[in-house]
């Protein structure tokens, strides 16, 4: 099923509060769905943290912010499905973290990172 309806693309992003609802153009890179995902939920600190999709071999792979996203290996269904997911972790959370919403999402991806068992 093609993701491109009257032009635009509907794309579904889960974060750890919500899941949120964009429609975007075709040219729409990778790097503009981020900002309008952390504009949404009102980060500034946002170079922990990514989005990320299940390509089409079934992987789990991160968006390229400088590609557009319809050119990337997203699976091409109705709704393009992505997750918002720390990439990285700051050594010392305390001296590297400034808002506190961050620390909180930094702590939360990580204690879901490491209770997801692989069967």
């Not at 099923?1 to 899941?19: F, K, Y």
């Not at 981020?34 to 009102?42: A, E």
Request: hydrophobic fraction near 40%; charged fraction near 30%.
């Amino acid at each position: 099923m093609s993701p491109v309806n009257g032009g635009n693309i509907n794309v579904r992003v889960t974060t750890m509060d919500a899941e949120l609802e964009f429609a975007i153009q075709p040219s729409t890179t990778g790097k503009q769905l981020f900002d309008q995902v952390v504009k949404t939920v009102g980060l500034r600190e946002i170079w922990y943290f990514g989005l990320q999709y299940t390509d089409a071999k079934g992987f789990p792979t991160w968006l390229k912010l400088n590609k557009k996203v319809l050119s990337q290996d997203v699976r091409k269904e109705a709704t393009l499905l992505f997750k918002f997911r720390a990439k990285f972790y700051p050594e010392d959370v305390a001296e590297e973290i400034i808002q506190d919403i961050t620390m909180v999402r930094d702590i939360d991806y990580r204690l879901r990172d490491d209770c997801i068992v692989v069967v």
